[in-house]
């Protein structure tokens, strides 16, 4: 019965400090205090740009091949299509529960809760799969010194980092990531020249003709392509803390997807071309970038790409740490868990209960894995694939949930439907890839771990409704709240927000 009076108290709580008195939203996170940089950071940061080349670019190579280039072309293609749909949302609405929030208001509570509990799961696992990136490239730079520390130990550490940084200021954590994510990309980027100076700008016919790549290879390589750009999303989760919110977040998620995208395609390109011939398939390489800069001359960016890839791992864990609080933060605010999951910090207006809850899930599940003894790719592998499905949910229900939202509000145009087919179709290229042909043990039971993830998420939420009849309806009244202010925003056009 306790539990059942503290969860009305909460309800109560959230309804109450939805909106002030003079209609001002009140979440408790700092309000206009992030500009442009800062939230185009968190989405950029969360995809990992510079991580992708030193890991995921030759897991794609081992099943896509010459036609990893076109696999990444594809996935940037699907992620823009995703964030037009998700841009009819954050153009007219800003709040910390980023998709969660905005099917809520296109399809209900029901698919709601689908959602914001899938993506919460998503976040919380990317940051486990990096922090594995992270373990490996810090041994990559240990064995520079001979130096020899526990994996598990070099996890915790990262970890705490990363929540100390996320708990303190949501500014500070931006900063950060930019300057670590610019040096790295900076570092990638010069390789990248390098490799194509060293092979006279010659056209490699083999990737370009796709010596060599079937359909099946392209299509499993596609699952592993569209990984990369999982988070692209992210910055929507800074809704309540971003200057000028309807203005800012569309561009950022725009921009970070089209420029990460164009980013992912010449590296893929460049790195299968660099490993042409070499003894050493780019797949089978430790430390992939370092390699290459041995292999073309200029053995001192080995290093200095391997700091700039440990570093990218950590932002990404960083950025996830983020935006998976957001999510979870929002969903205590609307009474779907203990009401101190909804709590800001009183000084420094962070999400800080979530933040540890999504740090601790983050760092605990690989660093199991590890001490298990398995490989810290295959634990990268496994746990990402799982969030990726997470992310392939939602980004399916919101381009199903943009028509449904613009007719209702009567903006809906035949464009518009269109659109929204042809980004479902797309997904479903990823969705089926990932399940036929069925894939080798173990990834033929994640499909499986998911399913079983969103049954208990359903279980959770049956009792929360059995317990609360009122959830429901708190948070459609509470997205609706925030809804209601920022349309009043454009229709007075007074420059606020946007």
Request: aromatic share 12%.
């Amino acid at each position: 019965m306790s539990n059942i009076t503290n969860a009305r108290v909460s309800i109560s709580k959230v309804s109450l400090s939805a909106n002030s008195k003079d209609g001002t939203i009140v979440s408790g996170l700092r309000k206009e205090y992030l500009p442009f940089t800062g939230v185009i950071t968190q989405s950029i940061a969360n995809i990992a740009p510079s991580a992708t080349p030193a890991l995921v670019i030759p897991l794609v190579f081992a099943t896509a091949g010459n036609g990893t280039w076109l696999a990444y072309l594809f996935a940037t293609i699907v992620i823009a299509l995703v964030g037009v749909n998700l841009n009819q949302f954050t153009k007219r609405s800003a709040s910390a529960g980023s998709i969660y929030s905005y099917v809520v208001k296109g399809l209900g509570t029901n698919a709601g809760f689908v959602s914001g509990w899938s993506l919460v799961m998503a976040y919380t696992l990317t940051a486990g799969a990096v922090l594995c990136g992270f373990i490996n490239y810090a041994n990559v730079l240990l064995q520079y010194t001979g130096v020899t520390i526990s994996p598990i130990l070099i996890g915790v550490v990262g970890a705490v980092a990363a929540w100390y940084i996320a708990y303190r200021d949501i500014k500070l954590s931006t900063k950060i990531m930019l300057s670590f994510e610019v040096v790295s990309l900076v570092l990638i980027f010069a390789l990248a020249v390098v490799v194509l100076v060293k092979n006279g700008f010659t056209i490699d016919h083999a990737q370009l003709t796709l010596n060599d790549v079937s359909s099946t290879s392209i299509r499993i390589g596609l699952v592993l392509a569209f990984f990369s750009f999982t988070g692209f999303e992210s910055a929507a989760s800074l809704g309540d803390e971003a200057k000028k919110p309807l203005r800012t977040i569309p561009r950022a998620v725009t921009i970070s997807a089209i420029f990460v995208g164009i980013f992912f395609i010449l590296l893929s390109y460049t790195e299968v071309l660099g490993f042409t011939g070499s003894t050493t398939a780019l797949n089978e390489a430790e430390a992939p970038l370092a390699l290459l800069a041995s292999k073309n001359g200029v053995e001192f960016f080995g290093p200095l790409i391997s700091i700039g890839a440990l570093v990218s791992f950590w932002a990404c864990f960083l950025a996830c740490a983020n935006a998976g609080a957001r999510v979870l933060f929002t969903m205590g605010r609307h009474g779907i868990f203990h009401v101190a999951v909804g709590d800001a910090h009183e000084n420094n207006k962070t999400p800080h209960i979530a933040i540890v809850i999504t740090t601790i899930l983050a760092a605990v599940i690989p660093l199991i894995l590890v001490g298990l003894d398995n490989a810290l790719f295959d634990i990268y592998g496994w746990i990402g694939t799982v969030a990726t499905f997470g992310f392939l949910l939602n980004y399916t229900l919101i381009a199903i949930a943009a028509p449904v939202y613009l007719h209702r509000e009567k903006e809906l145009q035949p464009k518009h439907i269109v659109l929204s087919v042809i980004t479902v179709l797309v997904l479903l290229i990823p969705i089926v890839g990932s399940l036929y042909p069925t894939p080798d043990y173990p990834y033929n039971l994640f499909p499986y771990v998911f399913v079983a993830w969103l049954v208990a998420g359903g279980l959770w939420f049956i009792i929360r409704k059995s317990q609360l009849p009122e959830v429901s309806s708190n948070i459609e009244s509470n997205v609706e709240s925030v809804h209601q202010y920022y349309k009043d925003i454009r229709v007075r056009g007074d420059g606020e927000g946007i």
